[in-house]
């Protein structure tokens, strides 16, 4: 069967776009959460048509198929639990076109998140969602996992910015919902109800996305507190002042001290945290909002330690920012990172639960996160030949997760459930609801070869 199948996906899209040797598929057995089995293929389509013949093809003979981007994801959403055939979708990763009248942007989901930014920026234009991973995460792994970043706080997230798609289905049918308006009220939100599933209900294939008027200028600041929970506290004060920032992170001290190490920058070593404060606009207007922002800050402890005089010195910033995930890596053999979320109001509870359970449990959990919209990421640092600490990190995680939800959170704030957190699904989601969720999964997918595993487990 296996043999009749690659035969049929290489006549479907050419010899050399078909991997099937054992070490080529060890490679895609993994995303940035390294669990998963290797595939028994993986395809590279050049269009919607292959992928729709490619999923009658795998159907047909049985075998479950699972979409691929950059392979970024941080939740197991693009690795096979068990087999399967992989369809990466990177050689489908043109910009279509970008309409400077109408704000819209059709791209192929193989497009990276920064080449969009990068196209938009050139034509006047903003592309706001800005997952960490923007220089290699693709845009149909965004809409997959509806992504967000940093500029969530004020511009949302990824689903925020998707007007239409083209999908194909697990029957190899190819739907396009939405369209290119801003209002489309007419029968069922296909779109939104695509957006965030994840692979599970079809693979998109191409995507009509908004963008918005670039802004005119941004100020960019960093700010040292004494208190991690002071830094927490500073969200609800900046929405009291009422300033929207651009973005507001925050970093605790663990991690400000690993990313110094691995990328010397600008931030403050032996501060408890930091954030990282950016406002943007009208020109005539940043300042002022500066000016907002910063008291309330001051308010809750926060003082600024540096203040970037240009875009370059504003980029550093962010690149110390981007390299929070990697440097992380230097001070412990692995770690498990989280994506909890929580109103903004309880962001500073939420980082005292951390604390509580990193200290009930003996581990270092390193906090960082979004601070402005509440998704923290805690990443438990463990060694993973340690048995013994590795039992206390799966209970510091139920402990996080439950702790999310009492505070009236989730489980994932933008990284998606995938196989990571399928198994907690039960107790996050009413039990009517996630019933209706199983109910959309079985119409679209009776046979269950979409993308298995995930979400529901």
């Known amino acids: 069967m296996k043999r009749q199948l690659l035969h049929k996906l290489r006549k479907i899209a050419g010899e050399s776009n078909v991997e099937s040797s054992p070490e080529d598929m060890l490679c895609y057995r993994y995303d940035g959460l390294e669990r998963g089995a290797p595939p028994d293929a993986v395809v590279h389509p050049a269009s919607a048509e292959e992928v729709a013949e490619m999923i009658r093809a795998a159907a047909a003979a049985g075998r479950p198929v699972v979409p691929r981007g950059a392979g970024t994801g941080l939740s197991g959403g693009s690795v096979p639990p068990a087999g399967g055939i992989v369809i990466d979708l990177n050689r489908m990763n043109c910009i279509r076109s970008i309409d400077r009248e109408n704000l819209i942007a059709e791209v192929e989901p193989g497009v990276i998140n920064w080449d969009l930014k990068a196209a938009a920026d050139g034509e006047g234009l ?24 940093p500029c969530g706080v004020k511009y949302g997230v990824t689903g925020d910015y998707v ?7 697990p029957d190899g049918n190819i739907i396009r919902t939405g369209g290119r308006n801003r209002r489309d009220v007419a029968g069922y939100d296909l779109t939104s109800l695509l957006v965030g599933s994840e692979g599970t209900l079809a693979v998109i294939t191409a995507m009509t996305l908004r963008l918005l008027p670039r802004p005119r200028a941004r100020r960019t600041v960093l700010l040292s507190y004494r208190e991690l929970a002071g830094a927490g506290a500073a969200v609800a004060a900046m929405a009291s002042s009422g300033v929207t920032p651009a973005a507001l992170e925050i970093m605790d001290g663990t991690t400000i001290e690993c990313v110094e190490k691995y990328r010397p920058g600008y931030l403050p070593v ?18 002022a909002q500066l000016e907002r922002a910063r008291t309330a800050c001051q308010e809750t402890g926060g003082e600024i330690v540096f203040t970037a005089s240009d875009e370059q010195e504003a980029e550093g910033l962010w690149e110390s920012r981007r390299a929070i995930s990697p440097s992380l890596g230097r001070l412990a053999p692995a770690k498990t990172g989280e994506d909890i979320s929580v109103p903004p109001a309880r962001l500073a509870e939420m980082i005292g639960r951390i604390q509580a359970i990193a200290a009930d449990h003996e581990l270092t959990i390193a906090v960082f996160g979004h601070a402005g919209d509440g998704n923290l990421h805690p990443n438990i640092l463990t060694d993973r030949r340690d048995a013994e600490q590795m039992r206390r990190a799966d209970m510091a995680i139920k402990e996080l997760f439950a702790a999310a939800i009492e505070l009236g959170g989730t489980l994932s704030g933008e990284h ?24 959309i999964k079985r119409l679209f997918d009776p046979e269950g070869i979409m993308n298995p595993g995930k979400i529901f487990g």
């Open 126 to 149: 903003f592309y706001p969602p800005d997952p960490s991973s923007t220089r290699v995460c693709t845009l149909g792994g965004n809409v997959a996992e509806n992504a967000g970043g």
């Open 163 to 169: 007007l239409g798609l083209e999908a194909v289905l």
């Open 416 to 439: 998606g459930i995938g196989l990571a957190k399928a198994g907690f699904m039960d107790g996050a989601i009413q039990a009517q609801a996630l019933s209706k969720m199983k109910e």
């Open 270 to 287: 032996g501060a408890a945290a930091a954030l990282l404060l950016e406002v943007d606009g009208e020109a005539e207007g940043v300042d």
